[in-house]
């Protein structure tokens, strides 16, 4: 309801859009910094959401694709804490990255759905990622001038960040070296020998059900320009 007194606020939109992109980039620098699988995709929802905000400060050019990507990244996102999650069963709690490593044939059906989740956050076509950020990052090249450049490269930077931190965790978690060594688990403070296995189908099903998401739903929501659409009696787009 407050949408049109928004439109006719040029420094309030300013503010917003400052907001986002520094909450995106923020986000993104602390989830390259963090080994707890937790924490890292953490500082990713906090930098996912910079996003939204930085489109809803773009004023209608960007409302559809804020709320695309509230939609989209709820999905992976969802997928990604859940792998986490399966991970974490399998491993005794464990959540320092730097004790993981090669868990792709132990959990064969979290890999799979982790993995996509993966691809979808860092925007590979056709994933639900690459529609709702590729709208953002155009929106906000589309800005035009000065504002066009910085916030379109303050996007597309992101973009890139996530690319790296993402690719990190999933490295770190499913490729190389199996490092499960004995060791004081953190989240037990006991020295443990972890036996990694798959989680049960009460957890790898909702895994399975948000990857299929992750997969088709950012094409259902822009292919014909579904989204936009149903919201321009609202948003005025």
Not at 46 to 52: K, L
Request: with cysteine; glycine share 16%.
């Amino acid at each position: 309801r407050s949408g049109p007194v928004f439109d006719l606020a040029p420094h309030a939109q300013t503010a917003v859009v400052v907001v986002g992109a520094v909450t995106l980039l923020f986000g993104a620098v602390i989830g390259c910094a963090k080994d707890d699988i937790k924490k890292a995709l953490a500082a990713s929802t906090m930098s996912q959401i910079g996003y939204m905000v930085l489109a809803a400060g773009l004023g209608p050019a960007g409302y559809a694709f804020a709320i695309m990507h509230l939609l989209t990244h709820g999905f992976f996102k969802a997928g990604l804490f859940l792998g986490a999650g399966s991970v974490m069963h399998a491993m005794d709690d464990e959540v320092n990255m730097r004790r993981y490593g090669g868990l792709r044939k132990a959990l064969p059906v979290t890999f799979v759905t982790f993995g996509l989740g993966y691809v979808a956050i860092i925007g590979i076509p056709p994933l639900a990622g690459f529609f709702s950020k590729d709208g953002i990052i155009e929106a906000a090249l589309g800005a035009g001038g000065i504002k066009g450049v910085i916030l379109g490269g303050a996007t597309i930077l992101g973009a890139g960040i996530t690319a790296f931190y993402m690719t990190r965790v999933m490295l770190m978690t499913f490729f190389g070296e199996k490092r499960w060594a004995d060791g004081a688990s953190e989240a037990t403070g006991e020295r443990q020998q972890h036996h990694p296995h798959e989680s049960p189908a009460v957890m790898t099903w909702p895994m399975i059900l948000l990857a299929i998401g992750s997969v088709t739903a950012g094409g259902a929501l822009a292919i014909g320009g579904t989204l936009e659409h149903w919201l321009e009696p609202v948003v005025g787009a």
